[in-house]
Structure formats: C-alpha cells, structure tokens
C-alpha cells in the first residue's frame, strides 16, 4: 500500500481526495490508484492507496492517455462544480455548483485566488486589473458553452505517469465538473506532454473553435494559485497574464 498521512483536522483533504479518486474511477476510463480506505488515527488522518510502480510515460502511452482522457471528458453532469469542497495543491478549492460556467469560473475559481492574494500582502495593480477581468470573462468566453465535464482538476505533467504494463495512469485530483478544456490547458503549463497526447484527444474528440485562446484564462487560475503557495516571480507572471488576456477585449 502507498499511505498518504495529514494532522487530523486535515482529514477533510484526505477524504476528498478519495472521493475524487472513486469519481476518476467511474468514468472507467484512465487507470487511478484503488482506494483501499480513508480515516483518522489517534491524531493523524490517513489515505491508503493501491501501490503502483510508475514509470515515465512512453511515446505510446502518452496516445493512449489523451484517448482516455477524452473518454474521461464525457462523463458529464447537469451543472459545473462539485458536491463539495476539495482542494487544489494545498489551497481550498470551492466547488458549489452553478449551471454557468463563466458564472462559476469567476466566482469560484479566479476571485477567490484574487481575495487569498490580496490577504497574503499581493495589492495594487494586479488585484485592480485581476478584478477587471473578472468582469470582463463573459466577452472573453465569447458564447462558448461547454458541458461539465469530469475533470482531473490538476494535470500537470507529474499527476500523471505509466504502470508497469504500460498503461497510463493519473493521480493526486482535485477533481470537479468543468470545461474540458481546462484540464488541457493546465497540462500545457508546466510542459511535459507530447504532440502524441494532443493529436490523439482531438482525434477522439475535437476541441470547439477558440480553444487555444481560453488556454492563458484557464491556466491564471493555477498560476494565481502558485503566487499564493509559493510567492516569487507568479506576481509578474499572473500580472502579464491579465494584461494579455485584457487586451483580447479591449
């Protein structure tokens, strides 16, 4: 087994990861880790997962993974969020639905970075134009209307790697229902996935026109998010990303 461990008042992380897990699993698509329980010890909250010897992915299994992913992808729901809170890194991550998605993309994901940014000493400029943005995501979404979609939540390149046997695999979620488009987008921000990936989801499921531009909307929220775990040069790189994505509606 692989035992994930936390202070007892953090079993709610624990226990939400888990359940994201079991929501990968449903969508009988990319491999997770089983979960075998969740609970809390004496002072410590424990996670048991299934052991899996991972590897770095091969050519061949970087196309498989963005054919699952796409089949992940249609696993649907009636509005965007989740049935509850989960946490993105070590941020808390609000997940109360909203049948729209702008609506929730705002509320829940980019003003709350903005507020935990502001309290962590991050005024001025990027606060005033940050909230501007928020104003102006309708025009940037321009009339896309995604389904929810089951998304991982976080797929940087280190979520996801290969087993054993070659299959692709995904871990550590933080899972909701969004645009389908977002976890594409986070998998393009630190770097790591091969045009094999790329060529085999839009294969099995093409992207809808304008999907490119959404990327740098999508991934503020993960670098805003980065500005408040770790602080450093995010400021001026978030602060660059609503400028760029203010000028597409000025």
Not at 32 to 58: H, I, M, N, Y
Not at 81 to 94: A, F, P, S
Not at 183 to 199: H, K, N, Q, S, W
Request: charged share 25%.
């Amino acid at each position: 087994m692989f035992v994930k461990l936390a202070p007892d008042d953090r079993a709610w992380v624990l226990e939400a990861e888990a359940e994201g897990l079991h929501a990968l699993a449903s969508a009988s698509a990319i491999r997770v880790p089983t979960v075998f329980g969740v609970g809390v010890a004496a002072t410590r909250a424990w996670l048991a997962l299934e052991w899996l010897d991972l590897r770095s992915p091969a050519r061949g299994s970087e196309a498989r993974l963005g054919e699952l992913l796409a089949q992940q992808h249609r696993k649907t729901s009636e509005t965007f969020g989740w049935h509850r809170t989960n946490t993105i890194g070590l941020t808390r991550q609000e997940n109360d639905p909203d049948p729209d998605w702008g609506r929730f993309y705002v509320a829940r994901r980019l003003e709350p970075q903005l507020a935990l940014a502001e309290s962590n000493g991050n005024r001025g400029r990027l606060i005033d134009r940050g909230r501007l943005l928020c104003e102006r995501v309708p025009a940037l979404l321009g009339g896309h209307a995604p389904a929810p979609s089951l998304l991982h939540g976080d797929l940087w390149a280190g979520n996801h790697a290969e087993d054993s046997a070659g299959h692709p695999l995904i871990f550590d979620p933080a899972v909701y229902f969004g645009d389908r488009e977002a976890d594409l987008a986070m998998t393009r921000l630190f770097g790591g996935y091969g045009r094999e990936f790329y060529a085999a989801y839009e294969a099995a499921w093409p992207l809808e026109p304008g999907a490119s531009e959404r990327v740098p909307l999508y991934n503020l929220y993960h670098v805003l998010n980065h500005l408040n775990l770790f602080g450093g040069g995010y400021r001026r790189q978030a602060e660059d990303m609503v400028e760029r994505l203010l000028a597409q509606v000025a």
